[in-house]
DNA sequence: AAGTAATCCTATTTATTTAGTATGATTTTA
DNA sequence: TAAAATCATACTAAATAAATAGGATTACTT
């Protein structure tokens, strides 16, 4: 039932990338040390939300992490299906017949279809660059983004 | 991100009874048959959810359970929170002060809560009833609760 | 050219949670 | 009194999650 530090982990640093980056690189150990999150456990992060095309990055020495795309056009629901998979409370296949299948597919499109469409609408109504606002307007410290 | 078995065993074998019952006792075992579940893990789902009031008990021979209350007065969020606690998807309390924090309470406030906001509205929305009218629609065999 | 700072890759370990099993006690009906 | 049911709890096994570790590769800098 819950997201696992994977995702949560992941939106985070997506996030410090969009508030702190610039259109810069960033290295990991500064993420990781601003946000207090182990690097090597970032890394395997990364890895996830690069193969996904939602950062790109760079090696070698001066290297790093960068979005890569506008943080108006990356949505919560993507950063979050990228590292945990689909948005889903429930996904059992069922094709058998009698009361117990009758039952699991009453269930399906009764209950967990609507559950798991209204989180992925919540999730894709909020992207990146809402969070950045946010963020900044918490901060009342308009520094970032000029 | 998946709701547990509990969940799912529980909120299966409430829709059971519900159809089944009548207002008479049902005998776990048989719903356990009906539904493919373990009996000894459904009496650890029923001892919840009698604890929770949503089923009522009758020991001894030709015991059973029946429900609580009406099955329109039961929805599925009442169900699932019982069997599976707080309907969220994340929930870290965070008090600290820094730049973590302030990130933690920005996805806090703009992400996990009006998603959990959302999953909770959808599935208190939804009654036993709605489920026993939709299954017995689908099973096109009107012969429960005359 | 060498050294260094970074990503990249993947194996391993540890901890936690989930799912299921087992057993015996208690209660009530027949 | 026997049988059928709930009740309670302890235990085990499997799966998943979280973190750690270490080396390979790449590219910048001096």
Redesign the interface.
């Known amino acids: 039932?819950?997201?696992?530090t994977r995702?949560?982990y992941g939106?985070?640093a997506m996030?410090?990338l969009a508030v702190f980056s610039r259109g810069e690189h960033v290295a990991l150990n500064a993420i990781a040390e601003?946000?207090?999150i182990s690097e090597n456990y970032l890394e395997q992060v990364f890895s996830i939300l690069r193969k996904a095309g939602l950062v790109r990055s760079v090696k070698g020495a001066q290297g790093g992490y960068t979005l890569a795309m506008e943080p108006a056009q990356v949505t919560?629901g993507m950063i979050l299906r990228a590292l945990?998979?689909e948005?889903?409370?429930?996904?059992?296949e069922n094709s058998g017949e009698g009361?117990?299948s009758?039952?699991?597919?009453?269930?399906q499109?009764?209950?967990w279809d609507?559950?798991n469409a209204?989180?992925n609408?919540?999730?894709d109504s909020?992207s990146l660059q809402?969070?950045v606002d946010?963020?900044n307007n918490?901060?009342e410290a308009p520094m970032y983004y000029i």
Chains 1, 2 share one sequence.
């Open positions: 039932m819950k997201i696992s995702g949560r939106l985070r996030l410090d601003r946000q207090n919560v945990e998979g948005l889903a409370v429930v996904d059992e009361v117990e009758a039952m699991l597919s009453c269930l499109s009764n209950v609507p559950i209204s989180m609408q919540v999730a909020i809402d969070l946010s963020f918490i901060n």
